[in-house]
């Protein structure tokens, strides 16, 4: 059932992306169109850039990949995803590996420490946070290209 939600997930990720480049990381921010964008392994995520198109074009972007090989980069301190209810948020996973920068799997992160739960926002699909073993939040948005 968990694969048929996140399935599900995925696909309104795509129909309801991130549209704006300003809510990407501010280092990101009007460099967007910039990223090359390949198809990858999955055919009904065509056109997303892969965590090698990310971390090659922005070696200091702090990510982490979730299933189906989709990136979800940090937002900037003001972005719209910390003004998001994440009351009733589901945990979707938890950080494998940290410090990774080349052979990306899902769960693997560039900066978030290895146990770092994961969680999906209820109603939008795309926002993502990251619950810290202190307490404090950090908010993610997957990259989505529609």
Known sequence: MKKFFFIIA??????TSCKNDTDIVENLEDKTSEVPYF???TPH???NPTP???YNKFENVDFFVI???VVCVKQADDGWVQNLDFTGAEKVGEIE???IYKEWQAWDSTILKVGTEIFIHPQRTEA????LENGDKIYYCAWLEG
């Open 128 to 131: 993502y946070m990251a619950l």
């Open 97 to 99: 590996r940290s410090e």
């Open 52 to 54: 090698e198109d990310v």
């Open 45 to 47: 995520i065509i056109g």
């Open 10 to 15: 995925i696909i309104l990720c795509v129909l």
């Open 39 to 41: 198809e990858n392994d």
């Open 67 to 69: 299933e189906h090989n």
